[in-house]
Each structure stands twice: as structure tokens, then as C-alpha cells.
């Protein structure tokens, strides 16, 4: 980001309190039914489906050189715990197929959680300016939207003897935690936090055709249309265009995947 960027919200608190209402309002009409069927849905699916299936067990290293941008900020302060050498292997053993893909999902949707938490504690201890209420209303109701998708993805490897994934995704933590470090606006937080949802929306896309329980892959397709609406509300908040662009702001006609983990 360039130094002579000026660093406010530019768009109208009224407006962004009812995308934000509608947005919750999604997804508790919609998303959250569709998340709940698909969970039943599981309950009665054999756990050979999900141990065989043929979905990817990815680590998260293709997109650290898009996040270590130097533009992003830190979780320096959220209550995410020190990784240790255990962490390394993620997903964790014993994973396979479409539970692996759960793994994932879930370690993305915690770090997606914990950000939004360091963020609005940022903002409650004023290291971030002036913070319209809007926008701590918007940070707060995605955070909680995320936390619902982790414990459906919990529930997916829970109900299959598993134990649930409590880390941030380890590959990407680090970075996260310096890039945040260095967010002092509202704009810098906005900035991180479409990277995170644009991470998570395109591994949602991506993984999705790689599932193999019509379940599994029913849970994702609920879940990745609301990380979509996160990064549009995003970019209103941030004056620029609300859809899939490249990093100079040039609208996409598809969404790619090229930040999938």
C-alpha cells in the first residue's frame, strides 16, 4: 500500500448495517438450513464414504507469498496457541479423502475467527483509529458466521470418531500473524480480511469437485457462497469493486482458485 493512501471508510454506515443484516439474514434462512441437512444428511453416511474418499488433503503453502504481501497485518494478541512440532503434519494423520478436506476447512474457518476476534479487540483498545460501528457489527457477525461453519465441519469429523481440529491452519498462521502486526486502520484490517475469505471462498471452490460424499460436497457448496458475500461486503467497505478482480482492481468474469490452499 502506498503511503500517500488515505486510510478511511469510505462508505455509508446505514448502508453497510443492512448488507450486514442481510447478509445474516442469508444465512440464517438459507445457509444454515442447507449446513443442517447436509449434516444429517452425514449422520447416515458410512464412515468407509468419508475415509475413501477422494478428496485432497492440502497444506496451504501456494498462497503465503499472496498473503505475505507486506500490505496485510497480526494475531499478535488473539488467543490463537503457539503451533508445535506435532502441527506440521496437517492435516492430521489418519485423515483421508473427504474428512482430510474437513480438516482443512475447519483450520481455515478458525483462522478466519481468530482474526476477526484480534481485530475487533484492536479496535476496542483503539490500535485501529476510528472504527465505525458498522463495521465492528459487520466484523462481528461474520466472525460468528465462521465459527458455525468450523462446528459443522467439526461435526463432520466428530461424527466419523474423530477429534474435532482446534488449530488455526498452521502453514498460513505465521505469516497471518506478522502481515497482521502491521495493520493500523480499518482499511489494512478490510485488506486482511478479504485475503482470508478470498483464501477460504476459493478452497471451498476448489475442494468441492473433489469431494466424494454428496454430503460433504452439499456442506461446502453452502458454506463457500457466504465466504463470497463476506469479500463483497469487504470491498464496499473498501470503495472498490464488489466481485472477483485481480490485485490491480480489474473485474473477473469467473472466480478463480489460483489462492486456494
Known amino acids: 500500500m502506498s503511503e500517500d493512501t488515505e486510510h478511511t471508510f469510505e462508505g455509508s454506515g446505514s448502508e453497510l448495517r443492512a448488507m450486514t443484516m442481510e447478509l445474516d439474514e442469508l444465512h440464517h434462512d438459507m445457509g444454515m438450513p442447507a449446513m443442517n441437512g447436509a449434516l444429517s444428511q452425514m449422520r447416515g453416511t458410512s464412515r468407509r464414504t468419508f475415509l475413501m474418499g477422494a478428496g485432497a488433503a492440502v497444506t496451504g503453502g501456494a498462497v503465503l507469498a499472496v498473503v505475505g504481501s507486506g500490505t496485510l497485518p497480526a494475531l499478535a494478541g488473539a488467543s490463537t496457541r503457539r503451533l508445535s512440532a506435532a502441527d506440521a503434519a496437517f492435516p492430521p494423520p489418519g485423515l483421508k479423502g473427504d474428512l482430510a478436506v474437513a480438516a482443512v476447512a475447519v483450520s481455515l474457518e478458525n483462522l478466519a475467527v481468530f482474526a476477526y476476534a484480534a481485530g475487533l479487540a484492536a479496535a476496542?483498545?483503539?490500535?485501529?483509529?476510528?472504527?465505525?460501528?458498522?463495521?465492528?457489527?459487520?466484523?462481528?457477525?461474520?466472525?460468528?458466521?465462521?465459527?458455525?461453519?468450523?462446528?459443522a465441519w467439526n461435526a463432520v469429523l466428530k461424527s466419523n470418531g474423530k477429534a474435532p481440529v482446534t488449530v488455526t491452519n498452521p502453514t498460513l498462521t505465521p505469516t497471518v500473524q506478522a502481515d497482521f502486526a502491521q495493520v493500523t486502520d480499518v482499511t489494512g484490517l478490510a485488506q486482511l480480511a478479504i485475503t482470508l475469505e478470498t483464501i477460504a471462498a476459493?478452497?471451498?471452490q476448489a475442494e468441492t469437485t473433489m469431494l466424494e460424499s454428496s454430503a460433504a460436497i452439499e456442506l461446502s457448496s453452502s458454506i463457500q457462497p457466504v465466504e463470497m458475500q463476506h469479500i463483497a461486503i469487504l470491498y464496499y467497505v473498501l470503495g472498490m469493486y464488489p466481485g472477483a478482480q485481480t490485485s490491480s482492481g480489474t473485474p473477473l468474469a469467473f472466480n478463480p482458485t489460483s489462492m486456494a490452499v
Open 124 to 151: 476496542t483498545a483503539g490500535k485501529l483509529g476510528t472504527v465505525p460501528p458498522a463495521v465492528a457489527t459487520f466484523a462481528t457477525t461474520v466472525k460468528a458466521q465462521h465459527q458455525q461453519h468450523a462446528d
Open 202 to 204: 476459493q478452497t471451498y
